[in-house]
């Protein structure tokens, strides 16, 4: 109905033969818009397809069977813009995070005990399924890294002032002790 409006202005004195000319137009017009939003309507598919895959998110739904209003398609098209705004987000901060994660495991001299930490580390960037739940199960493991180095600082801190006690108990010297550090 949303084609036809507009396109059926019919006036009293126009011959039959007028009025099948206008029809013929008028469906040739429609056929072409119909065709025109199946295939935006197709192509929207493959990026929501795309995209939900990347980010495990449920597609889009919308009625394949009939014709697309331009409201329909309006919405699709917000929502896969929407779902690339995501992706772009989410892509950073896994990038962000996974340099951080290989710093500290190479600081740390941790090799990685978990798949997930093997995917974190060894995976290629793009293929890196994008889910909420990877990305919070990512900050985690950040977390967990940055907490051992925490823990490692205060150790080394706690050791070299037990070290500087027993240097000064046995009354080692500066210049020994600049040398033994």
């Not at 109905?1 to 396109?7: A, F, M, Q, R, V």
């Not at 930490?117 to 990305?135: A, G, P, Q, W, Y």
Request: charged share 35%; aromatic share 4%.
């Amino acid at each position: 109905t949303e084609l036809i409006s507009g396109l059926l202005q019919t006036e009293e004195e126009t011959t039959i033969l007028q009025m099948e000319k206008n029809l013929r137009t008028c469906v040739e017009v429609l056929q072409k818009q119909k065709r025109d939003r199946k295939q935006e309507l197709k192509a929207l598919q493959e990026q929501d397809r795309s995209l939900s895959d990347i980010l495990c998110t449920p597609l889009f739904s919308i009625d394949t069977n009939s014709v697309p209003s331009l409201e329909d398609l309006d919405r699709y098209r917000r929502h896969v813009a929407s779902l690339n705004t995501l992706k772009e987000q989410r892509q950073e901060e896994f990038v962000s995070n996974k340099r951080q994660i290989i710093l500290l495991m190479e600081e740390l001299d941790h090799t990685p005990d978990t798949s997930f930490e093997r995917d974190v580390v060894c995976e290629d960037e793009k293929v890196f399924c994008l889910s909420k739940d990877n990305i919070m199960a990512l900050q985690k493991l950040l977390q967990q890294l940055e907490a051992q180095r925490a823990l490692n600082e205060a150790v080394c801190t706690e050791l070299r002032a037990r070290i500087l006690a027993l240097w000064e108990r046995l009354q080692i010297p500066e210049e020994e002790r600049e040398s033994s550090a």
